[in-house]
């Protein structure tokens, strides 16, 4: 963050200048269509889903309980390319509509999907389980009481919805929301393909098609102040609004059987998701790959397969070390200090993987440069670029973007290990080392295996930080499914893209197995 507000200020009022006078109102008009879309979407879809798996029954009501999750393996831009190739107008909807018409080009109207409308609608179709997670648990978590006091008092059904049920799931919505419009400001595949501009494409075009670092480093920062403000802007709103169940037992919501039109409605928007943000795209997808010339057993495709594991593996392995040091540390010496230190760590999640790259490349860059003149005007030889053209330092972006996910799952499994395990682990003679390996890392074996697949994931999904600052000639299966789409050969993209697809599905499954545990 240091590094970008010192590149942005230090770059001049030119480009400043420059920026606000061509593509500053445009970026920021369309960040903003973008998340108010995504905001409404996502809220509609989970909370919509959440409350009618939770709290009512329909037919296959358990089957969506799981499957609502799936489309959270889908990558936005991978969703963009399976439609794109569907929808396009040399795509097989449009051409079956010309041939059965007659219909030439310009005869007939239909919706352009390379607009803001259709990224929005892509990142909702991808995002929306972040809140149906998040809702669904603070849905199965209240008490029935107030709901059925409200009713008692005159309330209806959908009034007691929306003045008791969803006013105490608002945490929990608004969270999942939060990490919606996180997701929405940080993206670059979907909206690089479909030529919408925003912030996230201003940064990776000054960076390398200008060679502007200086604009770059300006926008990140406008950038990273609209993704900070919105997080302090929703704790702000929240303020000190607590809820308790009145009661001595909290006794859950006994569901409502649909039946009739009913029950088919709730059925029909409980699958439009599930099937346009996960079975769809896969059909197409699997359709595209069999009819592309791409072979995933190449040794080049093995190549970008080697890469993208040896990445993600890498940084999951990496930033769950550090999440572990960081949560140690906050239960070891707990305060203000360790409570800072936890809030710092988990920042990186709010900030795009276009920010960090440029505050990453901008330091140890000038680092390598400096270290180069020396080392020549010294010793009469250069070092080169050590750092910046490394592995190294694009693992450190992925841990400062992933570690509040790691640190998450961490601290989740190690709120259930209760403070006495620790006294007795000392006064048996165990350091403080001690007792973390003998005894927290082997009860939290399941949360770290969901830490790891979690970040490994994430990893394996990234586009921008990973094509800011990949090594020379250092491809990964995101990089190489986004330049086939850049070139419009959207058949060979599906290949990798059904890869990260897979990979994406792996922490889904854990996910839905948790989801559907009583």
Same mark, same amino acid.
């Given at each position: 963050?240091?590094? @970008? ?17 061509? @593509? ?293 392995? @990496? ?200």
């Amino acid at each position: 963050m240091v590094a @970008v507000a010192l590149a942005a200020i230090t770059g001049g009022t030119d480009t400043v200048k420059h920026l606000l006078d061509t @593509v500053m109102l445009r970026y920021t008009m369309t960040s903003l269509a973008l998340v108010a879309m995504v905001s409404i979407g996502t809220f509609a879809i989970g909370v919509g889903a959440a409350w009618l798996v939770t709290m009512t029954r329909f037919p296959g009501a358990r089957i969506f309980e799981i499957a609502l999750v799936l489309p959270l393996a889908m990558p936005a831009y991978v969703l963009a390319y399976a439609y794109t190739y569907v929808l396009d107008h040399p795509g097989i909807v449009q051409s079956t509509l010309r041939d059965v018409t007659g219909w030439g080009p310009r005869d007939y109207w239909f919706p352009e999907i390379r607009t803001t409308g259709g990224a929005a609608v892509m990142l909702i179709l991808v995002l929306y389980p972040y809140v149906y997670l998040l809702a669904r648990a603070a849905f199965l978590q209240q008490s029935s009481g107030a709901f059925l006091a409200a009713r008692a008092l005159g309330h209806g059904a959908w009034s007691a919805f929306f003045r008791v049920s969803l006013p105490m799931a608002r945490p929990a919505i608004a969270g999942g929301v939060l990490l919606a419009v996180m997701e929405t400001i940080a993206d670059f595949g979907t909206v690089a393909y479909f030529g919408v501009q925003t912030f996230a494409t201003g940064i990776y075009t000054s960076w390398f098609s200008m060679a502007d670092r200086a604009g770059a480093a300006q926008l990140a920062l406008c950038l990273l102040s609209f993704a900070l403000v919105l997080a302090v802007a929703e704790r702000s709103t929240r303020g000190k609004a607590r809820y308790h169940h009145a009661g001595k037992q909290a006794i859950s919501m006994p569901p409502a059987n649909l039946h009739g039109w009913q029950a088919i409605t709730a059925t029909i928007l409980c699958a439009t998701p599930v099937i346009l943000g996960f079975v769809l795209p896969a059909i197409i997808l699997f359709n595209m790959g069999l009819a592309s010339e791409q072979d995933l057993l190449s040794r080049r495709y093995i190549g970008f397969i080697r890469n993208s594991i040896t990445l993600a593996a890498t940084a999951a392995v @990496v930033t769950l070390f550090a999440a572990i040091c960081v949560g140690f540390y906050q239960r070891l010496k707990p305060g203000k200090r360790s409570a800072t230190t936890a809030y710092i760590a988990r920042l990186g999640y709010a900030v795009p993987g276009g920010v960090i790259a440029v505050g990453l490349m901008v330091p140890f860059a000038a680092f390598d440069n400096a270290l180069d003149a020396w080392m020549k005007a010294s010793f009469g030889f250069g070092t080169g670029l050590l750092v910046t053209g490394s592995i190294w330092l694009l693992i450190a972006a992925y841990m400062v973007r992933f570690l509040a996910a790691a640190l998450g799952a961490y601290e989740g499994g190690q709120s259930t290990v209760h403070a006495n395990m620790d006294a007795a682990a000392r006064s048996l003679g165990q350091s403080p080392i001690g007792t973390l390996r003998r005894v927290h890392l082997p009860i939290l074996t399941p949360s770290l295996l969901t830490a790891l697949l979690i970040v490994f994931v994430d990893v394996m999904k990234e586009l921008p930080a990973t094509l800011i600052m990949r090594p020379f000639n250092f491809d990964t299966l995101a990089v190489q499914a986004y330049r086939l789409a850049s070139d419009e050969r959207l058949e060979g993209a599906a290949v990798p893209s059904l890869v990260i697809a897979a990979v994406g599905l792996i922490p889904v499954i854990l996910i839905c197995r948790q989801v559907g545990r009583r």
